[in-house]
């Protein structure tokens, strides 16, 4: 199958942008002092939410091939910022400096890299699944709960959350710190996502939703290894969909 025109130029636009501003967050984190923490989060909802906002403008068919390019392009994006490229060329490096938390240090890149790859794991079978029963849309509820509830729980955490619980991480003994404001943002996210997809769901499984999906995504992000929330709320939110249309 051949790929539009439109795809190569949707995403030479997206990823222009997406340097950019990773570029101007390191200048921030570099220069101004900004927390990392808040850049991090600004790259993450550019990488959630700039393709669908550039899509408004070109559209281009979405297939099985484009979604297999889209993910060979997250991976080259991120091998961009290996120490051999990074310690080579400025631009790289303050680019880097954008995500790279300190308490992150020396895992930025295994666990971004990992978490890319169980992420798309758990996605592309659910994407097959709810496509095969013409539930594609629902898709969105977990993705939304991912990219605007775990987006803002750490912001929200550090600038508001007193309460604190700690985390576990791969491939270290070390302990991080969550806050249950954050999690509420993943809750309070999860059921805005699933009222606003309610057409899609009997009355019944709508009050299942409501009741059951918010507590397990959200319990999903509480319990995930540091920087490894994305797999989890997918799986979790996912399963929980296929049930709920399964039984009820």
Known sequence: MSIP??????HAIFYALLFLIHFACGLLVIHQNFKVNYTR??????????PTLLSTVIEYPYSATTFFIDVVCAFIFLTFFIAPLRNKVRVLS??????????????TLTWLYTQFIASYLVLIPLLAYFESRDMLPLIMIIIIANGIGDGLAEPVGIRFGKRKYTTYALFTQQRYVRSYMGSACVFITTVIAILAFHQYFSSTQLVAALLLMPIL????????PH???????YATGGVSLIGIFHYL
């Open 41 to 50: 989060k600004i790259n993450h909802f550019a990488f959630f939410f700039l």
């Open 217 to 224: 995504i959200t319990l999903a992000e509480a319990f995930s």
């Open 94 to 107: 303050i680019m880097f400096c954008s995500f790279d938390r300190p308490e992150d240090r020396p895992f």
């Open 227 to 233: 920087t490894w929330d994305s797999p989890l709320i």
């Open 5 to 10: 025109f439109e795809y190569w130029l949707h």
